[in-house]
């Protein structure tokens, strides 16, 4: 989805690629919440918790900041960063804006936010939400990047 984003953000109108991701995003956030809740679920049963070792009560500990992290992204940060989206979009579509091409705001978007301030907040909090997810995001990468060694390292033995 980041390479999607990417080029449908350099191709296409910004109000027409704000309204794909709309749509799009609750289906990736709550596919990588299953898929997290689904890794911990399985790890969990094949690893009863009276014989974990240090190493599986750390995998289970990854495996469940995992959960964590993409289930705050889906429920939380990920319908605010819609919402503040259709907000802009409806207070750029009454100043003519949105159907520019290009993934960063034209000149007219930065001096909107300077000569509006509900516009501006809205903007900073766009900004705020927009790195949270993407903390997340990052989280749970981090947290399949350890659970993806922890499985290879243990390879031979399967």
Same mark, same amino acid.
């Given at each position: 989805s980041?390479?999607?984003?990417?080029?449908?953000?350099?191709?296409?109108?910004?109000?027409? *690629?704000?309204? =794909?991701?709309?749509?799009?995003?609750?289906? *990736?956030?709550? =596919?990588?919440?299953?898929?997290a809740f689904l890794n911990l679920t399985l790890f969990a049963m094949y690893h009863p918790s009276e014989l974990l070792s240090d190493e599986q009560t750390t995998q289970i500990f990854v495996f469940f900041v995992c959960v964590a992290a993409s289930v705050l992204n889906t429920q939380w940060f990920g319908q605010v960063t819609s919402d503040i989206v259709a907000d802009m979009h409806l207070v750029e579509r009454s100043h003519g804006l949105g159907q520019e091409v290009g993934l960063f705001a034209s000149k007219s978007c930065r001096q909107l936010c300077a000569s509006n301030p509900s516009y501006g907040q809205l903007s900073r909090q766009l900004t705020l939400y927009r790195a949270l997810s993407s903390l997340c995001n990052l989280c749970c990468i981090a947290c399949n990047g350890l659970s993806l060694y922890y499985l290879a390292a243990r390879l031979s033995a399967l």
């Open positions: 980041l390479l999607a984003g990417f080029v449908m953000g350099s191709r296409l109108p910004r109000h027409t *690629y704000g309204f =794909i991701q709309h749509e799009l995003f609750p289906y *990736y956030f709550h =596919i990588g919440s299953a898929c």
